[in-house]
C-alpha cells in the first residue's frame, strides 16, 4: 500500500467523521501496515475473510462487519467485532441477540438501509423498520444496541442523484432517532461514503465513511 496516499485521505477526513479502513480482498500484511501507521478501524464484507484477518491480527482492532450476513454466521463474529453495520432483518438481531447474550457481550450495530435507485439485494426500507423497532421481540432485546444507520449510494456518475439518496439517509436517521431513541445516547452514526462519494457522503453528514479503494489500490481479484 501507499502510505502518503492513505495517511493524506485519511487525515483530510473532519475529525467528527470515523474511517473505516476497508481491507476486503487484501492481504492480512496491508492490515498491518495501516496499523503501524496508527489506524485501528476495518471493514470487511465476509465473515470468513474477518476471521481469518481477525485471528492473525492485533487483538486491538476495532473490525466492522460491512455485508451481508448470514444468520448461521453470526457465532463466529459476536466474540470479537465492534459493529455490525449490515443489519436488516429482525430475525438477524434475534440471533445477534442470544448469541451475544450467550457470552454477556453488548454488539454495537447499524441499520442498514436500501437508499439506492437500482435494484440490490440488501437493506431495510422505513416500514419494515419500523416494524422492527416496534416488535416485542426488538424490545425485549437486551444484547443489541442500534447506533444508527448505514445505505449505499447507487453505482453512478449522477452526482445529483447520488447526494439524494444520502440525503435520504439523513432523513431516515433523523425520523429514527426522533420516534424511537430519543433518549438514547447510542443512536448517533450515520454510515455513508466509499472511494467514489464519500465527499458528497460528508457533507451531507455522514459520521463513517467506508473507503477501500482510495487507501489501499484496486482490489485483489
Ligand atoms: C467494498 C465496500 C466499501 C469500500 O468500497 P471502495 O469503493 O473500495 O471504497 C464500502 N462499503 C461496503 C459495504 C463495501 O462492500
Known sequence: ??????????????????????????????????????????????VQELVAKQQVLPGDIEWHLIGHLQTNKVKFIVPFISMIQSVDSLKLMQVINSEAAKID?????????????????????MDEARKILESDEY?????VRICGVMGMASFTSDRNQI?????????IFQTLRSDYFAD???FREISMGMSGD??????EGATIVRLGTILF???IK
Open 105 to 125: 457481550r453488548v454488539i454495537n450495530c447499524l441499520l442498514e438501509f436500501h437508499i439506492a435507485g437500482e435494484e440490490t439485494k440488501f437493506g431495510l426500507n
Open 139 to 143: 424490545k425485549a432485546m437486551k444484547n
Open 198 to 203: 464519500y465527499k458528497i457522503a460528508i457533507e
Open 1 to 46: 500500500m501507499d502510505k502518503e496516499q492513505f495517511l493524506s485521505v485519511k487525515n483530510s477526513l473532519p475529525p467528527h467523521v470515523k474511517l473505516v479502513a476497508v481491507t476486503k480482498t487484501h492481504p492480512p500484511e496491508t492490515v498491518l501496515e495501516a496499523y503501524r501507521l496508527g489506524h485501528k478501524i476495518f471493514g470487511e464484507n465476509k
Open 184 to 186: 438514547s445516547e447510542y
Open 217 to 219: 489500490g484496486e482490489r
Open 163 to 171: 447526494r439524494k439518496e444520502f440525503r435520504s439517509l439523513v432523513e
